[in-house]
């Protein structure tokens, strides 16, 4: 193919091969710019199901128009040749930046939220991946993310009352792409009639070792099940490794459906305790208990970055057993001087009432210090009083008070560990 020119694209180098095509560099001769082309494998021109699959990616790609989404600019055929025409990227993927390590957490946070992002926009006009790995995910030499091969994916129908599918489900292609040419309403039936067909076979879509619970049963898969895939993106991020993993392929999907992942701070002790949460809720099984929206995902991550560059350093109060960063809410229920008083609500009443009192007393003396210039970003650690009155009851109380406090300040921002 090097050499060749397909419509006004000239054909310059290879730059790797796949599965589902060979993606060659490319001059536009038309708008002189550099491209990306991906070309059907002649031994799979006559393969009706991958040609549709060749094609549905245009379809879904092309009806996203969003920066964390490699941009389908159009597809063709010539002399019996299929392709696809993209943007070049630089920089290499994400599996290769891995390099089955962990990654730090200035480097995983970005990219992760930027993937995210890329899901919500998907998800936004119905689009699902289902092919979500690190092998569809690249980086490029400016660190920005990009989504790669909506060839698995699946265009939902809108629901009853949306306008003419936000550009999808109706014309093939949205912002920025083109799939059409004549017979292009025949195509886009027969992609929907080969879609329902695969699924109404009980067919098993994606790559094993990321398909959630639900893919993996065979079942219908929703905007949940790219975000279970995206978790065990996070989860491999994280740690290096895998959290489903079988000696064929029959047990990994076992593994999927059955056991619950080994925590992630487990291999990699310096593992944000929220980022694990994030992870576990990515995994859930029960599709309830699992984030519901890519946006919810993003804002905690968006939230675990913000305390991150911070500089917010996790310290562990004496006898509480609870973690905090800076300053902190603390659940009264884990603190053991009020969880073991339950039953004696009287003293701990009056206990109570004398911790307002003090803490009213230092919020005055903290309103009244004189002014020392604090600068945003600025933490405030509370930490446990000492209690010489032999009561129990005080031992966290004033503390708990005290926090309580300053969490009703509007010029403070609590941070729970």
Known sequence: MVGKTLSHFRITAKIGEGGMGVVYRADDERLRRTVAIKVLPAELMNHEERRLRFLREAQAAAALNHPNICTIHEVDSQDGVDFLVME???GRTLREQMNHCPMPLKSLLPIAMQVGEALAAAHEHRVLHRDLKPENIFITTQGTAKVLDFG???VLAPDPGD????????QAAGAGGHVGGAGAGDLRSRIDTMSRELTLQGKVFGTIAYMSPEQARGHATTHQSDLFAFGIVLYEMATGRQPFRGDSDAETLASIIREEP????????DIPPELDRIIGKCLEKDLQDRYHHADELVADLRRLRRTTDSGVKTIRTPGTGVTIGGAATIDPSATPGVAATRGRWRPLLLGAGLAVVMAGVATTWWLRRPVVGLEPGDLVVVADFENKTGRPEYDTAPRVAFEHLLAASTFLDVVRG
Do not use: N, S, Y
């Open 88 to 90: 070049l990227l630089d």
């Open 152 to 154: 698995l994916a699946k």
């Open 163 to 170: 306008v003419a599918g936000r550009g999808v489900g109706g």
């Open 262 to 269: 080994v925590p992630a701070a487990t291999f990699a002790g």
